[in-house]
């Protein structure tokens, strides 16, 4: 669409304005508005307007985007408030980190016991399903009132966007467990006390480990969000200011670098998975 004028170019690219007055040498008009400029100025003998079919400042062209890549971290910002991509990066991917691990540390062990005991299901459950339906950023005014401004009620509401799915979709993953596994155990000899340590939690690591990186992809998709309440910051910042003064460009580089980094980081986990867990029946799964 960005290279081809014949598919969609519904704007022109003034390079000549002509007899017209308010046209500007690199003016985005509409190409209806254009053709009626030039209508006009050929009726009248006037100069007439030149231009070239274009998309939208908000569509840029392919090469542009790859151009984005490169400026974007090594060309200063434009704007005295403007920020660098790579310190927006690394400042949503603090957030991301912290948010995730916080989930992971009261997530995993509290969905595990909900798994493989059913007391703690009946007393845990019911409040975790009615808390998963609430939006997380309903709770944003909450966490800026608590925590301030700053980076701790973005960490906040990724932790409350994750944390109760969490518990819900590890407890169903431990009751995957094949029961036989279990009267194997007891018939060896294994004490009901020991059976959470050495076996339940080994059989199903694999499963929950496959589970944690799914989440991880989770927590991406409140980071926009998170990162909007109280001061904003992040690669939301970037994403905004480049918007701001139409720096699409950067825009779309900035929103595709986080698919990349997505990406890579659940492909990198996948490969520590095959080393972690060579018991793993289901290896390829990870």
Same mark, same amino acid.
């Given at each position: ?21 308010? $046209? ?25 307007? /030149? ?9 840029? *062209? ?5 151009? *984005? ?31 995730? $691990?916080?989930?992971?540390?009261? #997530? ?10 059913? #007391? ?15 939006? *997380? ?10 925590? #301030? &401004? %700053?980076?701790?009620? +973005? ?31 007891? =018939?060896?000899? =294994? +004490? ?29 998709? %409140?980071?926009?969000? *998170? /990162?909007?309440?109280?001061? =904003?910051? #992040? ?16 825009? %779309?580089?900035?929103?595709?670098? &986080?698919? &990349? &980094?997505? $990406? ?6 996948? $490969? ?15």
């Amino acid at each position: 669409m960005s290279y081809v004028p014949w598919i969609w170019h519904p704007m022109v690219i003034v390079s000549n304005p002509g007899s017209v007055s308010y $046209l500007r040498p690199g003016m985005r008009v509409a190409r209806d508005t254009f053709e009626r400029e030039v209508k006009t100025a050929t009726e009248s003998g006037a100069a007439v307007p /030149e231009g070239r079919p274009a998309n939208p400042v908000y569509l840029p *062209a392919p090469h542009q985007v790859l151009a *984005a890549f490169y400026t974007s971290f090594t060309t200063k910002p434009q704007t005295r408030d403007g920020v660098w991509l790579h310190e927006s990066l690394w400042h949503s991917i603090q957030i991301i980190l912290w948010g995730f $691990l916080i989930s992971s540390l009261i #997530g995993v062990p509290l969905g595990i016991l909900c798994g493989a005991y059913s #007391g703690m299901s009946r007393m845990t459950e019911p409040f975790t399903e009615f808390v998963r339906y609430l939006p *997380a950023p309903a709770f944003g005014a909450l966490a800026v009132a608590i925590l #301030g &401004i %700053y980076d701790g009620p +973005k960490i906040a509401i990724i932790v409350i966007g994750t944390l109760f799915q969490q518990i819900l979709i590890i407890a169903n993953t431990t009751r995957t467990l094949d029961y036989p596994l279990v009267e194997a155990a007891l =018939t060896l000899g =294994t +004490k009901r006390r020991q059976m959470l340590s050495r076996v339940v939690i080994p059989a199903v690591l694999p499963a929950l480990y496959r589970d944690q990186r799914i989440l991880l992809g989770w927590a991406w998709t %409140y980071l926009i969000v *998170a /990162e909007l309440i109280g001061t =904003t910051s #992040g690669i939301t910042w970037f994403i905004t200011q480049q918007a701001r003064y139409q720096h699409f460009p950067n825009v %779309y580089a900035a929103i595709i670098i &986080i698919g &990349i &980094i997505g $990406l890579g980081t659940d492909m990198v986990l996948a $490969l520590l998975g095959r080393s972690l867990f060579t018991w793993d029946r289901n290896g390829t799964a990870v």
